[in-house]
């Protein structure tokens, strides 16, 4: 493999230099904050940013690119007859996304941008849209860029023919349209590999949560992709690249999530919970990606998803308990989660569960935040371990027969730059073949040792 095609994470020697830029003691000297500039919610909010375009755009930029899969494509077809009645807004439909955002497949989009030339760019859809409204973006307007070889925090000067990036979620998890990250995959070189995307410039400049794109959600998306939220706000929180921002953000999408994705699971059309999970999802999406990046839960989620062919919100979830775990041996910003858990799953006065926490250790600490979580999980039906998977159902031999190749794509995964506690490859074995089970007497051993 060329220099060209390897990505940079995957260099030894700049790992390294990465894990050290991350510390404490860079925070001083660079802590930028990244967030869209303005969130349209509410069911006006589509009439809101459609009302600013208009103002926003000359008569001769008035072109909206929409991104959307073929599946969501009535979506698309619903705002772009919104956009020509309410103000005269032209637009074009690209329908063609696909999850993991393969590279060969941006090049058709860039055709289209070429021969339309929009002014904007309006992503509906889970993550995959807007990652690929991102990319297409990117490549669009810098064509000979290589995404491989840029190594975070980076700018490379886009809004020069695209004037805005705008996000519709239709999901509530993946926090894409808060973020500025986004995922490729490199289908152009031999093996294929999933990049993930750093760049400033990728955050979107507005973002429209209505409640009518997520409301047929079905149960398990619903569930699936509120633990993915909730793996962003809590893999976050516990994060040396912490802070009053992050933090700020992550508690309080912690304390929506707890709160409302059991009863957006347990009822689709109770529309209250739908905007909160919207809501909540967001501020979790700004909160991992303004911490640096999301936990080390994600790196043995993407790995076990890679292998397995498993949702990413179950696979980050089944790694939240081991990831907390594990880093818990040199943080104790693990305290402050178990109080929000215990204050929101009990049924007790919050000043009473508050003393309780007080007289705790910080392993019975740990113990009631681990026993919460499985309480929680239990509530929306979200699989606690990789042996309770129904989904594919894995049997034993068969993840120990494969578990070498997991622990090596988790190792390499991006997200494990950023653990707490130092992650070797050892330790990433130690902590999947923990996940099998996820049993809490394992879990605190994690925690001990």
């Not at 995957?10 to 830029?21: A, F, H, I, M």
């Not at 600490?365 to 239990?378: G, I, Q, Y």
């Not at 190749?405 to 050892?426: C, G, K, M, Q, V």
Request: aromatic share 8%; hydrophobic share 40%.
């Amino acid at each position: 493999m060329s220099k060209r095609e390897k990505v940079w994470y995957e260099d030894p020697n700049l790992r390294n230099l990465y894990v050290k830029s991350a510390s404490n003691a860079m925070k001083g000297y660079h802590l930028p904050i990244t967030t869209p500039k303005t969130v349209f919610t509410g069911t006006n909010s589509l009439t809101d940013f459609t009302m600013h375009l208009g103002a926003y755009l000359n008569e001769d930029e008035k072109r909206v690119l929409i991104i959307v899969d073929k599946d969501l494509r009535k979506f698309g077809d619903r705002v772009a007859k919104f956009l020509k009645e309410k103000r005269d807004i032209d637009s074009r439909i690209f329908d063609e996304v696909l999850p993991e955002v393969p590279k060969s497949k941006i090049n058709k989009a860039i055709d289209l941008c070429k021969e339309f030339d929009p002014k904007v760019f309006l992503a509906i859809g889970g993550g995959s849209a807007i990652d690929m409204s991102k990319l297409i973006l990117l490549y669009y307007e810098k064509p000979e860029i290589n995404v491989n070889q840029m190594m975070p925090p980076s700018y490379v000067g886009l809004r020069k023919k695209v004037h805005i990036l705008a996000a519709i979620p239709t999901t509530s998890g993946t926090g894409a349209e808060g973020s500025f990250n986004a995922m490729i995959l490199d289908d152009t070189r031999e093996p294929h590999s999933k990049v993930a995307v750093a760049l400033y410039e990728f955050c979107p400049d507005y973002v429209i949560l209505h409640s009518d794109f997520v409301k047929t959600m079905p149960q398990w998306l619903t569930m699936g992709t509120g633990m993915d939220a909730l793996a962003h706000a809590a893999g976050a929180y516990v994060l040396i690249g912490s802070s009053p921002f992050t933090d700020a953000m992550n508690i309080a999408g912690i304390e929506m999530i707890l709160q409302y994705l059991p009863r957006a699971v347990k009822r689709g059309n109770d529309m209250e919970a739908r905007e909160k999970m919207q809501m909540a999802s967001y501020l979790a999406g700004i909160g991992f990606i303004n911490t640096s990046a999301a936990g080390i839960e994600h790196a043995m989620g993407h790995s076990l998803g890679a292998v397995f062919h498993i949702h990413h919100g179950i696979t980050v979830g089944i790694f939240l308990a081991p990831s907390i775990a594990y880093q818990a041996k040199v943080t104790d910003r693990f305290l402050k989660l178990a109080e929000i858990f215990a204050v929101e799953l009990s049924e007790k006065p919050r000043h009473e569960v508050i003393t309780e926490l007080a007289h705790m250790s910080n392993e019975e600490a740990l113990h009631s935040l681990l026993s919460n979580l499985r309480k929680f999980m239990d509530m929306v039906g979200a699989p606690k371990s990789i042996s309770e998977l129904e989904m594919p159902k894995i049997e034993k031999s068969e993840f120990e027969s494969k578990l070498d190749h997991l622990s090596e794509l988790a190792w390499i995964d991006n997200t494990s730059l950023y653990s707490s506690r130092p992650f070797t490859p050892e330790n990433v074995k130690r902590v999947i073949k923990v996940a099998w089970d996820n049993k809490i007497e394992d879990l605190i051993d994690l925690y001990k040792k």
